[in-house]
């Protein structure tokens, strides 16, 4: 099992308004974005926390600190 874990998957989805973007289009970047954290955390951790030692990181969009306008709202 490994020692360290990094979590550097993201998808920007649709792009446009985002109230526009289809079900399916929300759902990828859902299951992309997010559930695949917590997917691989699952499948880890435990293992890690029964050795006592291990470390995540989880590397996000850099759209969380630099939007770019035309993904607003």
Excluded at 43 to 58: C, D, N, Q
Aim: contains cysteine.
């Amino acid at each position: 099992m490994p020692d360290i874990v990094v979590c550097a998957a993201g998808v920007t989805g649709a792009k446009g308004h985002p109230l526009e973007s289809s079900e399916k289009d929300w759902t990828e970047a859902w299951q992309t974005d997010s559930m695949s954290v917590v997917r691989i955390l699952r499948a880890f951790v435990p293992t890690m926390e029964r050795r006592g030692w291990g470390r995540v990181a989880i590397i996000a969009s850099e759209n969380a600190m630099q939007p770019y306008w035309d993904e607003a709202i």
